[in-house]
């Protein structure tokens, strides 16, 4: 059984830094695609950024371009994400996803993603 599990998530002061982690506890796999994601209360999830199991193929949301980079770390089995120059609008539980059936990323569309982690909460103040 697959596991997404997150952590690094907190309160900070708008322009403050996170750094969120999802270790992934999966055995072994040969392509995947993983993608953070976040729901802020009384939206929908929306896609923040997906990144390949080869640590490419990365794409962001507009709303977090230049602020927010997605890595992979094959060794720790983790899929980071980390966020600088939080502003109060990034207030949302953060979710990691994958998809194990594809080794290319090609939407941040939440259907397509089909294992998820419990989220992370991430909360700026103003």
């Known amino acids: 059984q697959v596991q997404l599990v997150e952590s690094g998530g907190g309160s900070v002061q708008a322009g403050g830094s996170l750094r969120l982690s999802c270790e992934v506890q999966?055995?072994?796999?040969?392509?995947?695609?993983m993608g953070w994601f976040r729901q802020a209360p009384g939206k929908e999830r929306e896609g923040v950024a997906h990144?390949?199991?080869?640590?490419?193929?990365?794409a962001y949301a507009d709303s977090v371009k230049g602020r927010f980079t997605i890595s992979q770390d094959n060794a720790k089995n983790t899929v980071d994400l980390e966020m600088n120059s939080l502003k109060p609008e990034d207030t949302a539980m953060y979710y990691c996803?994958?998809?194990?059936?594809?080794?290319?990323?090609?939407?941040?569309?939440?259907?397509?993603?089909?294992?998820w982690g419990q989220g992370t909460q991430v909360t700026v103040a103003s």
């Open positions: 999966k055995s072994t796999y040969s392509s995947a695609c």
């Open positions: 996803a994958a998809d194990f059936s594809r080794s290319f990323c090609f939407t941040l569309s939440p259907r397509f993603f089909h294992t």
């Open positions: 990144i390949n199991f080869r640590g490419r193929n990365t």
